[in-house]
T-cell receptor
Framework: EAQVTQNPRYLITVTGKKLTVTCSQN?????MSWYRQDPGLGLRQIYY???????DKGDVPEGYKVSRKEKRNFPLILESPSPNQTSLYFC????????????FGEGSRLTVL | AQTVTQSQPEMSVQEAETVTLSCTYD???????LFWYKQPPSRQMILVIR??????QNATENRFSVNFQKAAKSFSLKISDSQLGDTAMYFC?????????????FGQGTTLQVKP
């Protein structure tokens, strides 16, 4: 089954404790991206990757890092989480950056205390 | 800057009736994609329907159809024969075909409740 898989789905952590949200897709997509969803703001792009070893900042990259060492994986790293990073996070992929729709993972609910 | 606006934060409809969700967007581009995504309580983002800007014909998917008015930059979603399972938040989204970001620009969302 074609899918985007994120882990963990839920996480409660404390300020400053590094964490990684993993993302993996099995569709051989070149393009991957991370979004965060906050009430009243819709979804906003954090980082994106056009292909292996090619990543760039989206609209709200502060406090986040990413890497793309393999085509299928695109982890989101919070080096020192803060309460304003409490949010619902989505990983998404598409064949290329010019393709049609994005395929989304199931979301990761992160709470930073 | 490209923006997407959904002016209806909440809507409700009786089961089996028809409802229309509004969306307007702003762009100077000529080629792009438009989408409606559904987010049920499970939080998953599910594609409902897509429209390529170069296509004049309005997209349809079973009970879901759009009214795409390119000149007016309007992209409304019509849900016919509403079902309880249609209860969800609906997001209108725009995807540019220029630049490198490949990002989707989302509206703020419309929460739709289908009442029995």
């Amino acid at each position: 089954e074609a899918q985007v898989t994120q882990n963990p789905r839920y996480l409660i952590t404390v300020t400053g404790k590094k964490l990684t949200v993993t993302c993996s897709q099995n569709m051989n997509h070149e393009y991957m991206s991370w979004y965060r969803q906050d009430p009243g703001l819709g979804l906003r792009q954090i980082y994106y990757s056009m292909n292996v070893e090619v990543t760039d900042k989206g609209d709200v990259p502060e406090g986040y890092k990413v890497s793309r060492k393999e085509k299928r994986n695109f982890p989101l790293i919070l080096e020192s989480p803060s309460p304003n990073q409490t949010s619902l996070y989505f990983c998404a992929s598409s064949s290329t950056r010019y393709s049609g729709e994005l395929f989304f993972g199931e979301g990761s609910r992160l709470t930073v205390l | 800057a490209q923006t997407v606006t959904q002016s209806q934060p909440e809507m409700s409809v009786q089961e089996a009736e028809t409802v229309t969700l509004s969306c307007t967007y702003d762009t100077s581009e000529n080629n792009y994609y438009l989408f409606w995504y559904k987010q049920p309580p499970s939080r998953q983002m599910i594609l409902v329907i897509r429209q390529e800007a170069y296509k004049q014909q309005n997209a349809t998917e079973n009970r879901f159809s759009v009214n795409f008015q390119k000149a007016a930059k309007s992209f409304s979603l019509k849900i016919s024969d509403s079902q309880l399972g249609d209860t969800a938040m609906y997001f209108c989204a725009f995807r540019t075909l220029s630049g490198n970001t490949g990002k989707l620009i989302f509206g703020q969302g419309t929460t739709l409740q289908v009442k029995p």
